[in-house]
């Protein structure tokens, strides 16, 4: 076989193995997004306003946790999860310089104290608005810790 049919193939292996991965991570995204309560949540683990260290994904409520997925995984296991008396939202702001690029367009950053290390998410406003009402309306008996 010619050395040109040998590149030919292994192109289209290449883009075949592409193409899986990528239908690969759209089912993902529809599996965890099957239950309802999903929104794009960046998150780092710096406090500073850098464009250093955000990382993309996916968060999804459920009874008394909010879990986080990375975008770019195939895993069906949360990379972080927050239980929900544990997460003290700090403030929030714009995206500063580089960090616009880093995160959704339209998200605001703010700051978050919580025991997974995680220093700021990045949400849209009504994502926002949806986490801090999901963080207040613990069940009786549950601390709230929200400053905003």
Request: glycine share 10%.
């Amino acid at each position: 076989m010619p050395l040109w049919m040998w590149f030919v193939d292994s192109l289209a292996f290449v883009v075949g193995l592409a193409m899986l991965l990528l239908i690969g991570l759209l089912v993902r995204r529809r599996v965890l997004a099957r239950s309802g309560g999903t929104f794009d949540m960046s998150i780092n683990r710096r406090s500073e306003a850098t464009a250093k260290g955000w990382t993309l994904g996916l968060a999804v409520y459920r009874d008394t946790d909010l879990e986080w997925y990375r975008t770019f995984s195939l895993s069906l296991r949360p990379a972080y999860r927050f239980s929900r008396g544990d997460v003290r939202i700090d403030g929030r702001r714009e995206p500063i310089g580089l960090e616009v690029h880093a995160i959704h367009t339209g998200h605001l950053v703010v700051g978050t104290d919580n025991a997974s290390g995680v220093r700021q998410f990045a949400m849209s406003v009504n994502a926002l608005t949806g986490l801090l009402s999901w963080l207040e309306s613990s069940p009786p008996g549950q601390r709230v810790n929200n400053v905003l």
